[in-house]
C-alpha cells in the first residue's frame, strides 16, 4: 500500500470514529431531555388542584 492510501483510509477511520461518538452523544442527551421533560410535565399537573388528572393520566403516577 502507498502512503497516500494510507493516509486516505486512516482519515476514513478517524471520521467514522468521531461519526459514531457524535451519534452516541445525540442519543443519550436525547433520552435526557425527554426525561426532563417528563419530569416537568408531571409538576406542572400535579401543581394544577383545580383538576383531578389520576383518571385520565394514569402514567403520570406511576
Known sequence: ?????KQR????RD???VNK????MLRTQSES????AR???KSEVME???IN???CMRWIFE
Open 48 to 50: 394544577n388542584r383545580n
Open 53 to 55: 388528572y389520576r383518571g
Open 1 to 5: 500500500m502507498d502512503e497516500q492510501t
Open 15 to 17: 471520521a467514522t470514529e
Open 33 to 36: 431531555r425527554h426525561e426532563r
Open 39 to 41: 419530569v416537568q410535565i
Open 9 to 12: 483510509l486512516r482519515y476514513i
Open 21 to 24: 461518538r457524535h451519534a452516541d
